[in-house]
């Protein structure tokens, strides 16, 4: 499906730009929401929706350090990093991974207080406004949601994915304003904290799943078996190769690096192995994108020795 197509990350270009643009909307988005938000909030005298337009004000510093990390990824490799600095990306979403899960525990903490204090009564309930700002706040962050999310797997990108995931867990963060909010106005306070925990376990699962893949694609791990058997099939169906007798993949960041020793006729030239050779270098990078770099070693067939 077109949805889940991925562009040639290669042209870093396209790939940088993308990401400082859904970065920018996402500052700009979050910057007049949390001022709606803060506004909704003290005019309609409720603490759930100001606490809100703070989580959403965070958001802004998040997306902050994904501009940071995708710009130092996309630097050239220099003297000290001769391979690149696409694994700087992997730091930013360890980073965002980290700021998600504390704001959940944070979430929850705050939770976890109002239900054992059982401060079940409210001086003043909520005013209408403030039920109207959590609507929209649900409305907008959702569609923030989605369309980083779109843009994200189309980059292959953690640190993106970590701020959509941002994004998400700034609307369920307000979905539990809702609850409170009309809770308060029903008499039924308790529904703020109740709602309050159930975000808490979301924000922190996905903070967890984007560590993890962050973590992952940080300890050089190989690639799945399935593009493993497309590279190997792509390297068996080049002409002059004979039989593949090492084949070797690890990610390095969003990107791959891929070893591999083919078997040739040992009786062909010297040139003619070469020629084989830069055939299965040339065909491995063009049809995966995400490859960055492949060494190729050619060896004599030992049958024909």
């Not at 929706?49 to 902050?64: G, K």
């Not at 940071?68 to 730091?91: F, M, T, W």
């Not at 078996?225 to 690890?250: A, F, M």
């Amino acid at each position: 499906m077109e949805k889940n197509k991925r562009v040639p990350i290669s042209n870093k270009d396209y790939f940088e730009k993308t990401a400082v643009r859904v970065s920018m909307v996402s500052i700009v988005g979050n910057i007049i929401l949390s001022v709606f938000k803060l506004l909704a909030g003290f005019v309609a005298h409720s603490g759930a929706m100001i606490s809100d337009a703070v989580h959403s004000l965070s958001d802004v510093f998040s997306s902050i350090v994904v501009i940071i990390g995708v710009r130092l990824s996309a630097k050239e490799p220099d003297n000290e990093h001769p391979y690149g600095h696409e694994r700087l990306e992997c730091v930013a979403a360890i980073i965002l991974s980290v700021i998600l899960f504390i704001t959940g525990l944070f979430i929850g903490a705050d939770a976890l207080e109002a239900i054992f204090a059982k401060s079940g009564e409210v001086s003043e309930p909520p005013g209408i406004l403030a039920l109207i700002a959590a609507v929209v706040s649900i409305v907008v962050k959702e569609a923030m949601f989605h369309y980083t999310k779109y843009y994200a797997r189309k980059l292959d990108s953690g640190a993106v994915m970590a701020d959509a995931w941002h994004h998400r867990s700034d609307a369920l963060s307000s979905i539990g304003a809702l609850i409170g909010i009309a809770g308060a106005r029903m008499g039924a306070p308790i529904l703020d904290p109740v709602a309050g925990l159930v975000i808490c376990l979301f924000i922190v699962k996905a903070a967890f799943d984007i560590f993890k893949d962050a973590v992952e694609k940080m300890v050089d791990r190989s690639c799945d078996e399935k593009t493993k058997k497309e590279i190997s099939d792509c390297v068996s169906g080049c002409e002059g190769v004979l039989k593949i007798d090492l084949l070797r993949t690890r990610a390095f960041g969003s990107k791959i690096y891929v070893d591999v020793e083919i078997c040739v006729d040992g009786e062909c030239s010297l040139r003619a192995a070469h020629s084989i050779a830069e055939q299965v270098h040339n065909a491995i990078e063009s049809r995966y994108p995400k490859v960055k770099h492949v060494m190729v070693h050619v060896n004599p067939d030992e049958e024909d020795s």
